[in-house]
């Protein structure tokens, strides 16, 4: 870490509607380039942080309680804005467009120029963990504990600005290792999984600093 950033420091909001945000912000707790960790709820409380976690959870209910709420629209803009990183169901809401969406459809945020597939492994029972690599955020030999929960991946990418991160490794189940499950676009960053349910924090570490370095 620079410490010149450090002495700053960013204001991380955990969107806190819906699903495992207490996680996400207990994952922060120990970042040192973290100033403040804000469970966010209302448009006063979104417009006061520098970066947003949006956690796993439903993203059906997370839609339907931020409509509720008016914080539809406020999302929209604060993610066209500011570094937002949606973990499962929250990757579900930064996706331009999901398919396996409820009958009748669901409100997403968008903001991501790739297309996700809920629900893609099956029910709860047909959850799994992994070892994913990030070749390019955590280095070659230094994999990742990744928990997959009834989880989305992407099935297509719009844009040659998304950068794949990760993708599912040919030995889980009928995956054939081009499953992709982690993608960033500048400010945006999401995964398939739920990486607030390990010790690892290296990912929170990551989004901090794309956090910083988009304050600077
Ligand atoms: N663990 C999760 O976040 C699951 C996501 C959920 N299946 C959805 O569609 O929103």
New binding site residues.
Partial sequence: MVSEQTSSGVTVGVLALQ??FLEHIHMLDNIPSVKEILAVRTEAQLNSVDCLII????????ALIAERCNMLEPLRKFVRAKPTWG??????MLADE?T?AKKGGQQLLGGLSICVN??QFGTQKDSFETMLHFPTVLGENRPFHAV?????VITAIKSDDVEVLSRLESTVGNTDGETIVAVRQGHLMATAF?PELTRDNRLHQYFVHMALHHNQ
């Fill in positions: 699903g495992a956690p796993g959870g439903e993203s059906t209910a997370m973990t499962c169901a929250g990757m579900i999901a396996g809920r629900n997959f929960i009834r989880a989305p739920h």
